[in-house]
């Protein structure tokens, strides 16, 4: 309104309670689109954290699940490995041993053909 003009009281009235309003709706809609937008940050930082914890927990799980199996590949191999010296001990003493019996019944055998 210019300064200069006459306005009725009423009109006045009305024009400055109408310009309260609009000031009042712009405030309220400031603060509303303020509390929207804080609250999309928060929204999305809650999913961003919530997708790190997910991807901590899937790579936690993976070295875990990696670990498992070496371990048990490491147990399975010291294992093999310890079967097979075993046996091969096993078989070098039964080889000596029939070795021993075989000598032994040559040994026999010669003397039993000198008696003869």
């Not at 070496?70 to 001990?89: C, D, E, G, L, Q």
């Amino acid at each position: 309104m210019r300064n200069n003009t006459y306005v009725e009281k009423r009109r006045n009235i009305f024009c400055v309670w109408a310009d309260y309003i609009k000031k009042e709706k712009n405030a309220i809609n400031t603060i509303g689109a303020l509390a929207r937008k804080s609250m999309r940050m928060e929204v999305f930082t809650r999913v961003r954290l919530v997708a790190r914890e997910n991807f901590l927990d899937a790579k936690a799980n993976k070295i875990m699940n990696n670990f498992a199996r070496m371990f048990k590949a490491n147990i399975v191999n010291h294992a093999f490995s310890r079967w097979r010296t075993n046996s091969y001990t096993h078989l070098v003493t039964k080889m000596c041993t029939k070795q021993e019996e075989l000598e032994y019944t040559r040994h026999h055998q010669t003397e039993d053909s000198s008696n003869m």
